[in-house]
């Protein structure tokens, strides 16, 4: 048996870029790259949401998912969807992003939780069969992250 932890569901109230909502179940047989971001996190604005959309033009022809989870735990406010909605258009992101739905009464939304993340930007590599293989806070470089897809691709499963 495997020492990888099954990847829990999303809860999401909203999504941009996509038709259909997403979820693990739907996404099985694809490599997940799943993106923890915040519009107001400078390493979210340099680094993670660009490293994302550059994964989704490489890859998702390859049959990887890469999907953006706004995670919202800090400046509520500020960051509404409809605030969302042009930061997306405006940073030119084209893969799908989910808002994690809050949770009431505390400051950290649903997924997030489910996730035990530490903060933006978080990267979590979904494999095919839906285990957590990767879970990193903070910056990865691009070579490492399309390395790590690229095997998760190459697996059999």
């Given at each position: ?53 550059r994964l989704h033009q490489q890859f998702a ?97």
């Open positions: 048996m495997s020492h990888h932890p099954a990847a829990p569901a999303w809860q999401v109230t909203q999504w941009f870029n996509t038709e259909m909502p997403l979820d693990l179940v739907g996404l099985r047989g694809r490599v997940i790259a799943l993106h923890a971001f915040q519009m107001l996190c400078p390493g979210c604005v340099l680094h993670g949401v660009p490293q994302a959309e022809s390859d049959g990887v998912a890469v999907v953006g989870l706004h995670t919202v735990f800090e400046h509520h406010e500020a960051m509404q969807p409809v605030s969302l909605q042009a930061f997306l258009h405006e940073f030119r992101v084209t893969h799908p992003v989910g808002v994690d739905a809050a949770t009431p009464g505390q400051r950290i939304p649903a997924t997030m939780q489910a996730y035990g993340m530490q903060g933006t930007p978080t990267l979590v590599l979904i494999d095919r069969v839906g285990r957590i293989r990767r879970q990193h806070f903070g910056r990865l470089d691009d070579l490492t992250v399309g390395a790590e897809v690229m095997r998760l691709l190459c697996e059999k499963f």
